[in-house]
Each structure stands twice: as C-alpha cells, then as structure tokens.
C-alpha cells in the first residue's frame, strides 16, 4: 500500500495544527443506566491520540455510536464516551454538543495546542451515511472545515463510504492512524503468506453473513471449524434433524456444496447444548448432533466439540476467529467460546481475533486479551478485507 501514515505526520511538525481524528468510538451502552459497558474501541485509539496530544495538536475527534436515523437521538450521544476518554488520557476532553453546528465550531475554535475535543455523533446527520454524493460530499466540506489535516484510525469504518471516512480524506492531506495500520498489516498477513498450519474458526448466528469469507478462505486455510448458530444450517445440509435451532432454509444447499467442495477441510460441531427456550434460566442438556429432539433448540457447541476444535488449533501456526460459539451472554451457554477462545491461546500460534462480538467475548469472558496475537476493532470491516474487497476508508487513504 501507499499510504502515509501518522509518523509522516508528526515529522511534518503537528504543533498548533488542527488534526481531524476520525476514530471508532462505537462502545456499547447499557440500557438502563446508558454507562459504557466494554471500552475497547476506546483504548484502541489512545496511541494516536496520546501522540498527537504530546506533539502539540489542537486535535478534533469524530465518531459514531449505533444507528440513530440521521437526526440527534439522546440515547446515542457520545457524551459518557467523551469523559471516558478524558480519564484514559489523563485530561478532560471538550465535547461539542452538535457535530458541525455552533457548539462545534466554538468548541474547536477554542481548543488549545495539545487538547482534545470529540464532536457529537456523526450519524445525527444525514450527510454522513447518504449515499447522494452531493449531500455526503456537502456534510464532508463541513467536517473538513475544522481540520488541517486529517488521520483516520477507525478501521471498524474503514468498509463504510460515509462522508468522514471517504469523502473527508479528499479534501484534507491524510494519513493512517497507529490502529487503521496496524490492523491492515496484521490482516494482509493472512491474505499474503501465512504459517502452515492456517486454521479459522467462524461462529455467528447466519451462514449468509459469512458465506463470502467462506468462500474466500476455503482454498486457503488448512481447517475451516464452524460453531455458532450458523453451524445448523451446515448440520442440516447433512440431512440432520436440529429442531428449533436457528436454521436458514435458503442457504441448506449452498452448505451442502461447500460441504462437498472442501476437501475435509471443514470441521462441523459433533454435540450441541440444546435448551427449552432462548432465555437464561432456561432447562438445558448436551446431545449428539444426530440427537437434536425436534422440539429444542441449540444455544452452544457441547464438550466433544470444543476438544475436537482444540485438537485441530494446537498445531495451527496462525488463526484466525470471527465469531463466538454459542450465546456466551448467557452463562450456561458460555463454555463452547470460553473453550474455543483458550484453545486458541494455548496454540503456538499468530492468532487473529476478528472484532464484534468474538473481541466483546473475550473481554466478557475475563480472558487475558495480551494471550492473542492481535485483536481487530472491525468485524465487518476485518471479514471484508479477508474476502479481497475493496475498503472504500482504505482507499481513500491510498489517493
């Protein structure tokens, strides 16, 4: 790639200079209290921004933060985000109340060399996610009116064409931020030449939503092991009974062929938990996957599997995982993804956790997060580049 990056940046000199930082702050929140409940996303862009801050840069953070409709939405702000981000710097972070109206321009214009304001969620603009140019292109001019430069490091963006990730790069002078490069670098490792053994292990709920990095990785992996809700469907392309378990009817012949396709490289779960009813409490037992009684449903992979996937990753040399093995939300449901991801850790091997919610996993479960190679911010943006697409933030920052 030929993208500058936010060291090119600092060398040019930064001090007194407005840089527009467009990060992924995009935490979860509890309903109840709306306090963050998992900041990650947040303690992935310190190194940028800490460096930014120690070099002297007046620096202007945007963001966005769940799916409000184009129109400020409360239960959305990026205010606790911004006093979160305060205590991980160490100093109190201004926070614009609009994104580009006055509280804005007067919260930037008011900024000091070495501090950080952070804008109010993008997304309560219509301009950032529509897909009219003029409209996205006129929401981007606004943006780039408070920067002199401009760093992207949200790579959880990076597959989005949204005014701040595509279109705010061609009007300012760009660069990668410390984590948008890191994730590429770790990322094209799996794509160029990776360690034999490559393993992957992909869960999730929908066989769709995976299909294109299946398809993708199938002639390049060694071992392919699915668990998940996605797994049934596959089951069921087995001519196997799986009850009420989460089941795509449109996609059991296309599992079928890929099936048929992989040479054995594809591991499928041999024994589910199957429950009553999707809820905590609810009566659980393991069976066979041939014994799935047609009125139950599977919540995780059982204990035969979780030795089976480990005995596949031990010898792996690199691994790549994008989603948990069960609803590890619920405690009884939890061991298959807490299995699966120690395994993972255990294996000498360069492991890659693929962002959403395999990485909330990991922190949900207590795991130790430096046991991983590396874990992605994006897990969308991370299965997209996986598949050979091209990531509109990516190549914005290439121009």
Known sequence: MSIRTLDDLLAEGVSGRRVLVRADLNVPLDKQSGAI???????????????LVEAGAKVVVCSHLGRPKGAPDPQFSLSP??????????????????????????????????????????????????????????????????????????????????????????????????????????????????????????????????????????????????????????????????????????????????????????????????????APDAAHDTVRVDGIPSHRLGLDVGPETVAGFSAALSPAKTIFWNGPMGVFEMPAFAAGTRGIAEAITKADAFSVVGGGDSAAAVRALGLDESSFGHISTGGGASLEYLEGKTLPGIAALEN
């Open 81 to 278: 985000v911004a006093g979160r981000l305060g205590e991980l710097l160490g100093a109190p972070v201004r926070f614009a109340t609009d994104t580009v109206g006055e509280s804005a321009r007067s919260t930037v214009a008011d900024l000091a060399d070495g501090q950080v304001a952070l804008l109010e969620n993008l997304r309560f603009n219509v301009g950032e996610t529509s897909k009219d140019e003029a409209e996205r292109g006129a929401f981007a001019d606004q943006l780039a009116a408070f920067g002199d430069a401009y760093v992207d490091d949200a790579f959880g963006a990076v597959h989005r064409k949204h005014a701040s990730v595509f279109d705010v790069p061609a009007r300012l002078p760009h660069v990668a931020g410390r984590l948008v490069l890191r994730e590429v670098e770790v990322l094209s490792t799996l794509t160029a030449d990776p360690q034999r053994p490559y393993v992957v292990v992909l869960g999730g709920s929908k066989v769709s939503d995976k299909l294109a990095v299946i398809e993708a990785l199938l002639p390049t992996v060694d071992r392919l092991l699915i668990g998940g809700g996605m797994c049934f469907t596959f089951l069921k392309a087995q001519g196997l009974e799986v009850g009420t378990s989460l089941l795509e009817k449109d996609m059991v012949e296309t599992c079928r062929n890929l099936l048929e396709r992989s040479n054995g490289k594809i591991m499928l779960p041999v024994d589910v938990v199957v429950a009553d009813a999707f």
């Open 37 to 51: 409940t998992d900041d990650g996303r947040i303690r992935a862009v310190l190194p940028t921004l800490g460096a």
